[in-house]
């Protein structure tokens, strides 16, 4: 099917949904996790995520709605590579754990890495790990930290927020 409004991985009620009960979140920090990219640039050989051109009508939209709201980030997990990504054209941010061993770790050369996107790239095995601490004042930093597999830490990305830290996440389904 050609890209466009007809092609979608959600599908239009789920789409509805996950925009409505992240953009309702009081959350301080809101994370979409999802199992494949929506910033990453991938292989042109892949044709099945939001990074991909087949799907470009629908993952523009969810990067353009990710990245209007505040405080929202991406997290994906089937990445054989650690990463952490921001798209140039609207400036979210993405991560990927990469996966826990070096045994499969591939699929992307660590040599190609695209300044444009790229903050951090590892084709090696490991981990991502995320904690939100509160300050004193009662400010909050989101904190990501690429591991290697045996937890030795890589790479640490922290983002402040300003406001005090809200408890609240995303409604049920």
């Not at 979409?32 to 939001?50: A, F, G, M």
């Amino acid at each position: 099917m050609p890209d466009g409004p007809d092609k979608t991985i959600w599908g239009k009620e789920q789409m509805a949904w996950f925009k409505k009960s992240f953009a309702d979140s009081d959350a301080t920090f809101r994370l979409l996790i999802s199992p494949t990219p929506v910033v990453e640039p991938d292989r042109k050989s892949k044709d099945d995520n939001h990074a991909n051109d087949d799907f470009e009508y629908e993952g523009n939209k969810l990067r353009d709605f990710l990245s209007s709201q505040k405080n929202a980030f991406v997290v994906c997990g089937d990445r054989h590579w650690q990463y952490h990504s921001v798209d140039p054209r609207t400036g979210l941010k993405e991560f990927s754990c990469g996966l826990a061993s070096n045994k499969h770790a591939g699929g992307w050369s660590q040599q190609d890495f695209r300044k444009d996107m790229h903050r951090y790239l590892n084709v090696t095995g490991g981990f991502l790990s995320g904690t939100v601490e509160k300050g004193k004042s009662g400010t909050a930093t989101l904190n990501f930290r690429f591991h290697d597999s045996t937890g030795k830490l890589y790479k640490e990305f922290a983002f402040g927020q300003k406001e005090p830290v809200q408890a609240a996440g995303m409604p049920e389904r």
